[in-house]
Every structure is written in structure tokens, then in C-alpha cells.
Nanobody
């Protein structure tokens, strides 16, 4: 298991921006770098769904609802991934979790609330 620590959530108005971070402070760099990683979102009363994913080589993919608004990136030297979220909408509200796919590890989640 990899310890993942998310931060950067908060409350914003529609149209605003947030940047989420997910760090793996206790993980050997090679372990962190060896796996694709993803950001997932769980809205109230709903299942946890994939928002964005990034491979070890930096290729990305996004769910259609966030394409053009969200950007996932990773800094392997810092053992950190990011999710830059712009033009936020109320439907983006939820708890955002990062996921280290190779070890099936999850962070504790960070709350994002977008008001209209």
C-alpha cells in the first residue's frame, strides 16, 4: 500500500478554479513512478467515478464531462500528482480521491464544493 495525501479542496463559486495535489510522502520514488495514477470523484449518494488518469509516461485521459476544463499532471521527482480544475460547475461537487493503480491505494479524499 502507498500512503496518499490529498489537499487543495475547498468551496468555490461556479466558474472558479482549484488545484488539487496528491503526495506520496513515504513511498520509494521508483514505486510511485512505476504506476499510472488517477483522480476519482464521488458525488453525494453516487459511486466513485474516474475523472482523469495519467500514465507513467505522462499520457492523459479524461471523462467527457471535464475535458477542456481539467488538467492532470504528475511530478515524479516530488512523488505528486495534480488536478488543475477550471470553469468549475456545481456538478463537479464531490469528494476527490487520488488512486495509485499499481498498488490499488487510495487517498483519504478532499472535498470540492461548487456553488451556483
Amino acid at each position: 500500500q502507498v500512503l496518499l495525501v490529498e489537499s487543495g479542496g475547498g468551496s468555490v463559486e461556479a466558474g472558479g478554479s482549484l488545484r488539487l495535489s496528491c503526495k506520496a510522502p513515504r513511498t520509494i520514488t521508483s514505486v510511485f513512478n512505476s504506476s499510472p495514477m488517477g483522480w476519482y470523484r464521488q458525488a453525494p449518494g453516487k459511486q466513485r467515478d474516474l475523472v482523469a488518469q495519467i500514465t507513467t509516461g505522462g499520457r492523459t485521459n479524461y471523462t467527457d464531462a471535464v475535458k477542456g476544463r481539467f488538467t492532470i499532471s504528475r511530478d515524479n521527482s516530488r512523488k505528486t500528482i495534480y488536478l488543475q480544475m477550471s470553469s468549475l460547475k456545481p456538478e463537479d461537487t464531490g469528494v476527490y480521491y487520488c488512486h495509485h493503480i499499481g498498488t490499488m491505494s487510495w487517498g483519504q479524499g478532499t472535498q470540492v464544493t461548487v456553488s451556483s
